[in-house]
């Protein structure tokens, strides 16, 4: 997944997705990082109002998830009651969700705040936070 590493909601995402992600499946970088640039293009880079979700399950055809469908896709990795409220979310349309997404998206710093620096991975983070 990834995140705008300045964005105070999106690291609190981060911090929600880690600590409930028993088997550790999923890995998150931020878009300022070397990792985005492998696999994302300039324009996904440069949209700090999206998260982005790269499923690699087959490399030469890497599948990307934006806004809402990413946020729920990372969700849906955690527990079976997170995979069972994601499937009913998953029920409302797209476009509908991604309204919400992205009145959201627009508030985030005046609500949750920016951060000065990009988030630094701790010990027991750091094979899961890629640069």
Request: aromatic content about 10%.
């Amino acid at each position: 997944m990834f995140f705008d590493g300045y964005c105070g909601l999106c690291n609190e995402t981060v911090d929600f997705l880690m600590s409930r992600d028993r088997h550790q499946v999923l890995r998150f970088a931020p878009l300022q990082g070397e990792t985005a640039k492998r696999y994302l293009t300039m324009a996904e880079i440069e949209d700090l109002d999206s998260v982005v979700v790269v499923r690699l399950e087959n490399p030469e055809t890497p599948i990307k998830l934006k806004k809402s469908t990413a946020v729920l896709f990372a969700v849906s990795k955690l527990s079976t009651m997170w995979r069972l409220l994601t499937g009913l979310a998953m029920l409302v349309p797209g476009s509908l969700r991604d309204l919400a997404y992205d009145f959201v998206a627009r508030n985030r710093f005046r609500l949750w705040g920016r951060r000065e620096t990009c988030r630094l991975p701790t010990p027991d983070e750091r094979a899961r936070i890629l640069p």
